[in-house]
């Protein structure tokens, strides 16, 4: 029997640079359930480093985490993948760290923080991972969907590091699961502004732990999925997104 989900799909650790440092996986999964948060979505730039230590957090808390990454193309364009396991996100993450040029400077971009799911530091990200991959979108999004992932553009709403605000329209080809809209603009005001032929998709983007939550998708689904949740974007034997 399908029931309702509430699912913030995005949201980075302390391993972006641009995130706060407080928000390890524990501080996460705690305000999601304080939340009413059922699904996360782990996306931090670039890396999948902090995913087991979600996982088991998540765990220990009673929410449940979709491991991904917010991948960013040689366009500029911020993808989602998220899937259901670890082995296929580290998979991308090995294509990733192959394509992905520059060393960080923590002084311009902040640190980035792996850590355990105890919220202990295991280390630091070396690598520039607010930076452009060497990927086009048409081939991360084609990576993704071989491993199972789904497949997102992310806030396409954003004039900046969005698929619109960096191709200026949405390649017909490309074969995405939906499109994510941030915070910013409504569900209404997106349909009137893009007019989209794929489904869309709210979620927090969150960098601070006020911000989780924020901003969610509700899903009619049996369980905690990608299977499911694609049957939910494209409506699917009863299950669907619940507006």
Do not use: W
């Not at 782990?42 to 088991?56: Q, Y």
């Not at 086009?136 to 396409?156: N, P, T, Y």
């Amino acid at each position: 029997m399908p029931r309702n989900y509430k699912a913030d799909l995005h949201v980075h650790t302390c391993l972006s640079p641009c995130a706060e440092v407080k928000m390890s996986p524990t501080t996460i999964v705690k305000r999601a359930k304080a939340c009413g948060v059922h699904i996360l979505g782990i996306c931090d730039h670039n890396s999948a480093e902090n995913a087991p230590a979600a996982l088991e957090a998540a765990r220990r808390h009673g929410v449940h985490i979709l491991p991904g990454m917010e991948v960013t193309s040689s366009e500029e364009v911020h993808l989602l993948a998220l899937f259901d396991a670890l082995e296929p996100v580290r998979q991308l993450q090995e294509i990733v760290y192959r394509h992905l040029p520059g060393e960080n400077d923590e002084e311009a971009f902040g640190i980035q923080v792996v850590v355990n799911a105890d919220d202990e530091v295991l280390g630091f990200n070396r690598r520039l991972l607010i930076g452009a991959t060497t990927l086009r979108v048409e081939e991360i999004v084609k990576e993704i969907r071989s491993l199972g992932g789904l497949a997102v553009a992310a806030h396409i709403d954003r004039e900046s590091f969005s698929l619109i605000g960096q191709l200026g329209f949405i390649p017909d080809d490309l074969a995405l699961d939906a499109l994510e809209i941030s915070p910013a603009l409504s569900y209404e005001d997106a349909v009137r502004r893009y007019s989209p032929s794929l489904p869309l998709l709210h979620a927090s983007d969150a960098h601070k732990e006020e911000e989780i939550g924020r901003c969610c998708t509700r899903f009619l689904v049996e369980k905690a999925s990608i299977g499911e949740i694609k049957k939910a974007l494209k409506g699917q034997e009863g299950r669907r997104i619940l507006r």
